[in-house]
């Protein structure tokens, strides 16, 4: 009976461990979000000078611009979420 009660409080211990670590897990993981959209970013700031190069349709380039402030804006998001 001593047993098992053991086992419930260490259960409850780990349980509450996990509630405080919650937090952290989830800034790690709006960080490496924020990491892979600069990546994003970046390569389509490269797409969009390639583009430039080949003289490809003024609509595609504005389309991929309007991605990439889109992007932008989904990122400032993000960083006002992150350091509140």
């Known amino acids: 009976m001593l047993l098992l009660l053991l086992l419930?409080?260490?259960l409850l211990l780990l349980l509450l461990l996990l509630l405080l670590l919650?937090?952290?897990l989830l800034l790690q993981l709006l960080?490496?979000?924020q990491q892979l959209l600069i990546?994003?970013?970046l390569l389509l700031l490269l797409l969009l000078?390639?583009?430039q190069l080949l003289l490809l349709?003024?609509?595609l380039l504005l389309?991929?611009?309007l991605?990439?402030?889109l992007l932008l804006l989904l990122l400032l998001l993000l960083d006002a979420a992150l350091f509140t």
Do not use: D, G, R
């Open 22 to 24: 919650l937090p952290l």
């Open 57 to 59: 349709p003024l609509l």
């Open 31 to 33: 960080l490496l979000l």
């Open 49 to 51: 000078l390639l583009l």
């Open 67 to 69: 991605l990439l402030v």
């Open 63 to 65: 389309l991929l611009l």
């Open 39 to 41: 990546l994003l970013l």
């Open 8 to 10: 419930l409080l260490l």
